[in-house]
């Protein structure tokens, strides 16, 4: 069983800045990668940001030199640092991750997708 759990949403002003956190947890043998995706409300879910197992990143159109995507490995946690918050940034912010879990050889060396519940971040004056 792996777990993501996200947190750090709320309400900020615009201009304003958040650090989001997803932490995996479980029987956890290695992660691929992470990735943060967001959806606004009447929107389609968005990929916003991903970060894979060697630190390598890559952003949306829509957030490059305002979002940074870090990651602490000991922790199986990655923490989206999002600035210069506009409205449009308005979403319900998902953590997803592509994680090898388990206690036999092969769920050890299958990786499978997993999702969190997600964190609403509300950007407004």
């Known amino acids: 069983q792996v777990q993501l759990v996200e947190s750090g949403g709320g309400l900020v002003q615009p201009g304003g800045s958040l650090r989001l956190s997803c932490a995996a947890s479980?029987?956890?043998?290695?992660?691929?990668?992470m990735r943060w995706y967001r959806q606004a409300p009447g929107k389609e879910r968005e990929l916003v940001a991903t970060i894979t197992s060697g630190d390598s990143t890559n952003y949306a159109d829509s957030v490059k030199g305002r979002f940074t995507i870090s990651g602490d490995n000991a922790k199986n946690t990655v923490y989206p640092q999002m600035n210069s918050l506009k409205p449009e940034d308005t979403a319900v912010y998902y953590c997803?991750?592509?994680?090898?879990?388990?206690?036999?050889?092969?769920?050890?060396?299958?990786?499978?997708?997993?999702w969190g519940q997600g964190t609403l971040v509300t950007v407004s004056s």
């Open positions: 997803n991750a592509l994680v090898a879990a388990g206690y036999s050889w092969l769920e050890r060396n299958r990786y499978l997708e997993h």
């Open positions: 479980g029987s956890i043998a290695s992660i691929n990668r």
